[in-house]
């Protein structure tokens, strides 16, 4: 089930790998999805604005475990695009023992923080202590996510997109169940809904690494090879920090949006929250084609073939426009009936949809640069140009400073939210011009050689 990406036309060979990872997407963002209408429908809306203002925490701690264990793999899809067994094994060691140590140093930050970071991001009190039960849980548990997400990566380096597939489907039909149970029957509230997470997060991580010692020859480690080697470390660390570090700057951007939006009442939280299941599940589609792409760059970059990288990276974006102008629209039509779902029949919805249609609205008309932000990100990190992702970070953070102080200094809701669609506009423009010039930068050392 291993699949090289170095021979025939690229179009169908991205249609092909990206299917898998997107159904994954989906249905990762279906079980957040649910987990957001359990706890909305049977522990109350303040509940669910309490996982709402975490959001930004969540998506840094996700952040986090991408940047780092997507540039971790990177070197396995170089290796393997090249044909080194021994290469690729070495490559997906050291993954491992540094995401072991990255899990770390991540998990006990978080913990530490936590309460800090809630009452800088102005989380309001009546929803607070759910909110950190929820968000402190999953903190905990970051060894389950980012185990997922490595091996899962790992795999895709080196062209097996259905298997990490298959394990998250069973990861989200037990975390449905869970949730089912912790909520509804034990009222454990929002704690049960991140202790589900949790748990179907380490089960998925489980199945892919029995799979991978059973199935997986190329990466499956063998007696000796349980050691760091220091060549391959510092590329790892070189491509896998600065992914990590802009993801954690992108992070640090949303927090300051959220802080801005958690000024107003706890009814403009919740509506800014059901809308942004609805962006999450219609956006899946695009960091699941960066994740193709980083696959498809990566290993034709190991094997040396730089018109193939590029040829590769247009037809991801081909792809991508037509998916952003079909779910732009899906997301506008479909908000009030997605959105209905996070609430119980008790709650007057016109309350909360006038919040929720304001930043569905703006985000939508911005989902052809976001998809620009994962193509060309992913196409310039698999190439190893890893600092590239830090600039692009940073271009994030200052748009939704810029947003967050004007909506801050005349109190507009409609402004804070437009965090999103400010960002994803002129970080997908830069991120455009920043992969051409790297495009030239690689030809031209590519002539020397």
């Not at 996700?62 to 940047?67: D, E, K, P, S, Y």
């Not at 997922?148 to 990566?153: C, G, I, P």
């Not at 039909?173 to 809904?193: P, Q, R």
């Not at 102008?325 to 016109?350: C, E, H, Q, R, W």
């Amino acid at each position: 089930m291993n699949g090289k990406m170095t021979e025939g036309k690229p179009l169908p060979i991205l249609l092909k790998f990206v299917i898998p990872i997107l159904l994954g997407f989906i249905f990762q963002q279906f079980y957040n999805m649910v987990d957001t209408v359990i706890v909305g429908r049977f522990v109350g809306p303040e509940a669910l604005a309490a996982v709402g203002s975490t959001g930004t925490i969540m998506f840094m701690i996700m952040g986090l475990a991408n940047g780092m264990t997507t540039g971790y793999t990177v070197l396995i899809s170089h290796q393997f695009g090249a044909g080194s067994k021994d290469g690729t094994r070495q490559a997906f060691v050291n993954a491992i023992i540094l995401g072991v140590i990255s899990t770390l140093v991540v998990t006990v930050i978080a913990v530490i923080t936590m309460p800090s970071l809630l009452h800088i991001m102005n989380t309001p009190d009546n929803i607070y202590d759910y909110a950190y039960a929820y968000i402190i849980t999953i903190c905990a548990g970051s060894f389950a996510l980012i185990g997922y997400n490595l091996f899962a990566a790992s795999l895709r380096a080196i062209g097996n997109s259905k298997t990490p597939l298959y394990f998250l489907i069973l990861s989200a039909a037990l975390n449905i169940i869970l949730d089912l149970l912790f909520i509804i029957v034990f009222k454990m509230g929002t704690f049960g809904a991140a202790l589900a997470t949790d748990i179907s997060q380490g089960a998925s991580a489980i199945l892919c690494i029995i799979y991978i010692y059973k199935k997986v020859d190329i990466l499956r480690p063998v007696k000796g090879s349980w050691k760091l080697d220091k060549n391959y470390a510092r590329k790892q660390l070189n491509i896998g920090i600065p992914m990590a570090l802009q993801f954690g700057i992108t992070a640090s951007g949303t927090m300051v949006m959220q802080a801005s939006i958690n000024v107003y009442q706890s009814v403009a939280i919740g509506g800014f929250t059901a809308a942004g299941k609805v962006v999450n599940l219609m956006t899946a589609g695009m960091p699941s084609i960066g994740q193709t792409t980083a696959a498809y760059v990566g290993q034709n970059f190991g094997y040396g073939d730089l018109d193939r990288v590029h040829q590769g990276t247009k037809d991801a974006m081909k792809i991508s426009v037509i998916y952003s102008v079909i779910t732009g629209i899906l997301s506008v039509v479909m908000m009030p009936y997605i959105v209905s779902m996070f609430f119980d029949k008790g709650v007057n919805l016109a309350d909360y949809l006038p919040y929720s249609r304001i930043y569905i609205t703006e985000a939508a008309l911005f989902y052809i640069p976001l998809a620009m932000i994962f193509i060309y990100r992913n196409a310039m990190q698999a190439c190893g140009y890893g600092k590239t992702a830090l600039m692009l970070g940073v271009m994030e953070l200052v748009s939704r400073l810029l947003t967050a102080f004007v909506s801050m200094k005349v109190h507009s809701y409609a402004i804070a939210v437009a965090g999103d669609a400010l960002s994803w506009f002129t970080t997908g423009v830069f991120s455009f011009l920043l992969y051409m010039l790297v495009m030239k930068q690689l030809r031209n050392k590519f002539k020397k050689n």
